[in-house]
């Protein structure tokens, strides 16, 4: 996908004549998918009364004013993170289009957005500028102006997003978490100050429940941070109690230490959300409470202050103040991946009568070659079934895994092979972003397959899996 001239070169799908932008993951009770990549997700209206850095979609945007929108490559830690595919503008209706201010004023233009419109907007392009019509009013502007690298009916491409659908998902999603127990978090009010309520927070997926009237205690502010010092955390505040009133977020919010000034477009916030659960649906409104992702299905969303975080809601409005992008990611507590080879007698698949016995040692790499430990570490022993022999491995935080795969060869029997395997684990970005393995065949033979069905779907957001061998350390 190339840049030029200032607009983005659309990929064509031949077989259906479709713009391939990819397709929308709709939220569910295991993850909001696709709604991460958005910092204003409103399922019904977005009142953009401010400039915002996020990406953002709606059913219908109310420019209540001119301001921009965009991302911002030099601020967002959305793109600090190293998240550079495609963002989006998705939109259905838009209510005083006149006011549109179009992108953000310092986004780099390899950072241009791709505007979608579904139904109740119109557009024509001449090539230099875009007129937006929609609820009986127009604006025409160049599209070095607008700052979108590309603008598209969403019907003409892979990409579209039925908001009530939508809003299913959040609710289910966040009464899925609403149902869960404090886990993974140490509360207590703080040795050095009293007013100070302590969240520390082991690695992994972590929940608190929290209700609403302790949250909001006058003096009261919140230090939320990792147990030594880890980073490789995830929280969800769950905020029970919520009456059928409007609700003010006054309370501040420490994140790793650092308040909303210190943790401006920063990661910290990505690393909270707050769950107002499935039935809240009254208006909420941020002020003090500035850091963190907030998710409010049924709610409508005010932000009185710069808010660093994203926001799902069913409708979001930012009064006087920018929201800003963070990408909320669910640290999965533990994922599975399947490490398989191919066993050959003799060039023939075994019968299923012959059993063989195979060892995983798991090791480190030195110097470009795979070194054992002082006793060798065997994480796993299998036997064949057929021609089939698979290692499952799992996996509790990212990084990088070495492996040797050898046969423990029986009397009579001769193994002219060991294999080493490479296994990196990652956060992933994006549903674009698919797991691959490499088969390595016990008789030289290398096979690469894709696969998609193999990692374990264990939280809101997967951990992407590349499996590789490393054939020039193989022992023959």
Same mark, same amino acid.
């Not at 840049?3 to 939220?27: H, K, M, R, S, T």
């Not at 419109?117 to 070095?144: A, H, P, Q, W």
């Not at 927070?201 to 909001?216: K, P, S």
């Not at 674009?432 to 065949?441: D, E, G, K, R």
């Given at each position: ?5 200032g ?24 993850g ?7 910092g ?15 990406n953002?979609a ?32 998705y ?9 549109y ?20 907007t119109?557009f ?27 603008i ?14 939508a ?8 009464e899925a ?19 100070q ?7 992994g ?22 147990k ?6 995830s ?5 029970t ?8 977020f ?7 230490g650092k ?14 959300l ?11 409104e ?11 299905p ?16 069913k409708?979001?409005r ?12 669910l $640290?999965? @507590?533990?994922? !599975? ?11 023939? /698949?075994? %019968?299923? =009568? ?5 060892n ?17 570490? $065997?994480v @796993?022993?299998? !036997? ?9 491995q799992?996996? /509790?935080? %990212?990084? =990088? ?17 060991v ?12 549903k674009?972003?698919q797991?691959y393995?490499?088969?390595m065949?016990?008789?030289?033979k ?23 061998s ?7």
């Amino acid at each position: 996908m190339m840049i030029g001239a200032g607009f983005y070169q659309p990929i064509v799908v031949n077989a259906a004549n479709l713009i391939d932008f990819g397709e929308f993951e709709y939220p569910d009770a295991s993850g909001l998918h696709s709604a991460l990549d958005y910092g204003a997700f409103a399922t019904d209206t977005f009142t953009v009364n401010n400039d915002i850095e996020a990406n953002f979609a709606a059913n219908t945007l109310n420019y209540k004013t001119s301001h921009y929108g965009g991302v911002s490559a030099a601020t967002s830690w959305m793109y600090i993170a190293g998240y550079t595919t495609n963002s989006f503008y998705y939109f259905n209706n838009v209510t005083n289009v006149d006011n549109y201010a179009g992108g953000k004023a310092d986004l780099d233009q390899k950072y241009w957005p791709i505007m979608l419109i579904g139904t109740g907007t119109t557009f024509t392009n001449d090539g230099t500028s875009v007129t937006l019509t929609s609820d009986g009013k127009s604006i025409k502007k160049e599209i070095s102006q607008m700052r979108i690298s590309d603008i598209q009916y969403a019907k003409d491409t892979t990409y579209s997003i039925d908001f009530a659908k939508a809003a299913t998902g959040l609710t289910a999603y966040s009464e899925a978490q609403y149902k869960k127990a404090d886990h993974g978090v140490t509360v207590s009010v703080d040795s050095n100050n009293n007013n100070q309520i302590d969240i520390v927070c082991d690695a992994g997926d972590d929940i608190v429940n929290i209700n609403y009237t302790d949250f909001i205690k006058q003096n009261a502010q919140y230090s939320i941070y990792g147990k030594n010092s880890t980073t490789d955390y995830s929280l969800t505040i769950n905020i029970t109690g919520l009456t059928a009133e409007d609700k003010l977020f006054d309370t501040p919010i420490l994140i790793d230490g650092k308040t909303y000034g210190q943790a401006e477009r920063s990661p910290e916030s990505a690393r909270v959300l707050f769950n107002l659960g499935p039935t809240f649906a009254n208006l909420a409104e941020f002020q003090k409470t500035a850091l963190g992702n907030v998710l409010a299905p049924n709610a409508s969303v005010k932000t009185l202050s710069s808010h660093n975080g994203s926001i799902f809601a069913k409708n979001i409005r930012n009064d006087n103040s920018e929201i800003h992008q963070s990408y909320f990611r669910l $640290i999965s @507590s533990s994922i !599975t991946a399947s490490i398989p080879f191919k066993k050959t007698v003799n060039g023939n /698949t075994p %019968s299923d =009568t012959e059993k063989f016995t195979f060892n995983l040692e798991k090791g480190a790499l030195t110097s470009g070659k795979f070194t054992s430990d002082a006793t060798p570490n $065997i994480v @796993s022993t299998t !036997t064949n079934n057929s021609g089939n022999v698979n290692f499952s491995q799992a996996y /509790t935080t %990212s990084g =990088t895994y070495y492996y040797k795969a050898y046969e423990t060869v029986p009397t009579g029997y001769q193994s002219n092979s060991v294999f080493y395997v490479k296994v990196v684990v990652m956060l992933r970005q994006r549903k674009q972003l698919q797991p691959y393995i490499l088969m390595m065949h016990l008789r030289k033979k290398l096979q690469r397959i894709t696969v998609s069905s193999r990692i374990q779907r264990t939280g809101q957001r997967l951990q992407h899996m590349v499996l590789q061998s490393l054939p020039s350390m193989a022992l023959h």
